[in-house]
């Protein structure tokens, strides 16, 4: 009894720590605290350490153990004494231009080991050896051949360099995990603890009722809403996996086909506006662009992503003669009740995507939507009680809780990224991919998926951030020396990190998604892989069309919704295998041939595509009466 007392009371206080944790981001990011950028990166960091070495245990075997307890404590202890030290001291080595004491380098220590231990625990032992090897290549990188070699440098100046400059640890990642992405997970939980979430499935659940594949279609829609909000495809595929893929099986899905359509929507979560993965706030604070422009960049891909997953799922229902159903709703309210009831909900949106546009922050602009849903929901239930104190509270130590390993990864990321500015390496393996393609950006482009591909089947599960950060540090620049803009080549990477999730052999959503479904996790990710085949052409397509992210001329934009649209539906007809009815092997050629033609931007080969399409849609059609079928 007393070891459960006192399990109880000690997770009570790492709640009340999170809460602190998550109302003090709050209030910096608010502006009613006022401190430095460096004073923020670093309190951030010292608490996120705090919550994730008292909550994850050194190892599951050790959870509990009386000795893996206090290491956790004095672990804690050495990144406060550490953090504490640093915040002390950085204004004085910033003002004497980067000149250290010996205790700053024993502070510096302690905090890079801390970090390695983090990214272990907290994202996996892959990320914690990637940054190791990146981390030893200072060291190493004398006895290294050819473009490899450096003169290198000295173990004090390597830690020194990166826990004193805002280009290692504390750098642009942690920065945006202490502004962005900690509001928007605030943010999520909030709107899922206040009902969202419910308000979400009903409006997808009536707008696809009646339709063939309604279920699968509803669980595309939904997942799209989720995702708007989450940016989290693991996350997004919990959240609405659990009321879709029951749904879908009784539709008649198999399992592994019900979870893989799951997956495939949550995936597309990462790239949707106006809330995209953790990666793209990354991504603007590296490329130097506004967040308003990286939502309008990845607009139509994502629109063309769910495009794919709708056309899926309706011909694998043609393909398994679904036929649509009309189910009927357990929720009596009409249609416009339930959008009346949803008000608070669609005023946060309208107002967080209103501020953005014109030219908020966005963790001002989620802050305001935040303060706006609750003011209305205060004025729609007419009542402000105990029960919403709890639910802001929650939403508030829930968005605390989880961005702590976002954290970790962003801190190992500020490892590798130092090193690669320290000693140049980054231009360096842009130079070996750059040699290696012979001066063909195509050949660059397969080279980077190629990489990422490796880096995939290496990560063993590696989160979309972390793997954007050493992608976008190691391979972007060389796409970029080759003609690239700037911002389409971190797209390019980002998109790859992004569908990792359902990419085998780890495919965390298609494993979360197979988990609820109760089937075989390795079918499900082949299946959700071959379900999102369009997609994986799609980096290409944009890296070659600027009409595909709008970077094009109004002409340029508007082919690319057309073709774009045609051709990842060819694509989704050749994967299915169906289009009026089932296909042979040559007919789905012809389409997955028609598909390309049509992504690539050409006027040439979309005209192409464009006549191969129509004439395998008017052949199968008149086939198809003339069977009488």
């Not at 879709?244 to 009784?250: A, C, F």
């Not at 595909?548 to 051709?567: D, F, P």
Request: charged share 10%; aromatic share 10%; net charge positive.
């Amino acid at each position: 009894m007393p070891d459960m007392s006192s399990h109880l009371t000690l997770v009570s206080l790492l709640s009340v720590i999170a809460f602190l944790f998550g109302a003090y981001q709050l209030l910096v990011v608010s502006g009613v605290l006022s401190i430095s950028t460096m004073e923020l990166r670093l309190t951030h960091l010292m608490l996120a350490l705090t919550l994730l070495f008292a909550r994850k245990p050194i190892a599951a075997r050790l959870a509990g153990n009386r000795t893996a307890g206090t290491l956790n404590m004095v672990m804690i202890a050495a990144g406060i004494a550490a953090s504490l030290w640093l915040l002390y001291r950085w204004k004085a080595i910033a003002f004497s231009g980067g000149m250290t004491v010996g205790t700053d380098y024993y502070a510096g220590i302690a905090i890079v080991a801390l970090v390695f231990e983090a990214a272990r625990r907290g994202v996996g032992l892959v990320l914690a050896g990637i940054t190791l090897v990146f981390f030893s290549y200072p060291f190493v990188s004398p006895y290294l051949p050819g473009v490899l070699y450096s003169r290198g440098y000295g173990f004090e100046r390597v830690v020194t360099f990166l826990t004193t400059d805002t280009q290692g640890i504390y750098g642009i990642p942690i920065g945006v995990a202490a502004t962005y992405i900690i509001t928007f997970t605030i943010f999520g939980a909030l709107l899922s603890r206040m009902g969202a979430g419910d308000f979400f499935f009903e409006i997808s659940f009536r707008l696809t009722r009646g339709m063939r594949a309604a279920s699968a279609k509803s669980a595309v829609l939904f997942s799209a809403l989720i995702g708007m909000v989450s940016g989290s495809a693991a996350g997004n595929v919990a959240v609405t996996g659990t009321l879709t893929i029951p749904l879908m099986i009784r539709e008649g899905y198999k399992p592994h086909q019900a979870a893989a359509i799951e997956a495939v929507a949550s995936t597309g979560g990462q790239i949707m506006p106006p809330v995209m993965g953790a990666a793209a706030f990354i991504m603007a604070e590296i490329v130097g662009v506004s967040y308003t422009e990286i939502m309008a960049t990845g607009l139509l891909p994502a629109l063309l992503f769910f495009a794919t997953a709708f056309v899926v799922v309706h011909l694998r229902a043609v393909r398994s003669k679904i036929e649509p159903k009309t189910a009927a709703s357990t929720d009596p309210r009409s249609t416009a009740k339930v959008l009346f009831d949803g008000g608070p909900f669609i005023i946060a949106f309208v107002l967080l995507i209103g501020l953005m546009l014109l030219g908020y922050s966005p963790f001002k602009a989620s802050l305001w939507a935040m303060v706006a849903m609750i003011v209305a929901t205060i004025v729609w239930k007419r009542r402000a009680d105990f029960d919403l104190l709890r639910q802001i509270a929650g939403a508030i130590t829930e968005g605390a809780n989880g961005v702590v390993t976002i954290s970790a990864a962003c801190a190992a990321a500020g490892i590798i990224a130092g090193v690669l500015g320290m000693t140049g390496l980054g231009s360096k393996i842009a130079v070996l991919i750059d040699m290696g393609a012979g001066g063909s950006l195509f050949l660059a482009l397969v080279l980077t998926m190629v990489v990422m591909v490796v880096s995939i089947i290496l990560g063993m599960g590696l989160p979309t951030t972390a793997a954007y950060l050493i992608l976008a540090t190691v391979v972007a620049p060389a796409l970029v020396k080759l003609g690239v803009p700037v911002l389409t080549a971190h797209f390019f990477v980002f998109y790859y990190g992004c569908i990792s999730t359902i990419t085998p052999p780890v495919a965390l959503a298609a494993y979360v998604a197979g988990g609820i479904a109760g089937t075989d996790i390795n079918k499900t990710g082949l299946t959700a892989a071959a379900y999102a085949a369009p997609s994986f052409l799609l980096p290409f397509a944009f890296s070659f069309g600027p009409g595909l992210l709008l970077h094009g001329s109004w002409i340029e934009n508007l082919m690319a919704v057309v073709t774009g649209g045609l051709g990842v539906a060819a694509i989704a007809v050749a994967v299915v295998g169906t289009l009026h009815a089932v296909l042979s092997p040559f007919e789905r050629g012809i389409a997955a041939l028609a598909g390309m033609l049509l992504l690539f931007q050409d006027l040439t080969s979309a005209a192409v595509g464009a006549t191969l399409l129509a004439g395998l849609w008017g052949f199968e059609k008149t086939r198809l009466s003339k069977s009488g079928a």
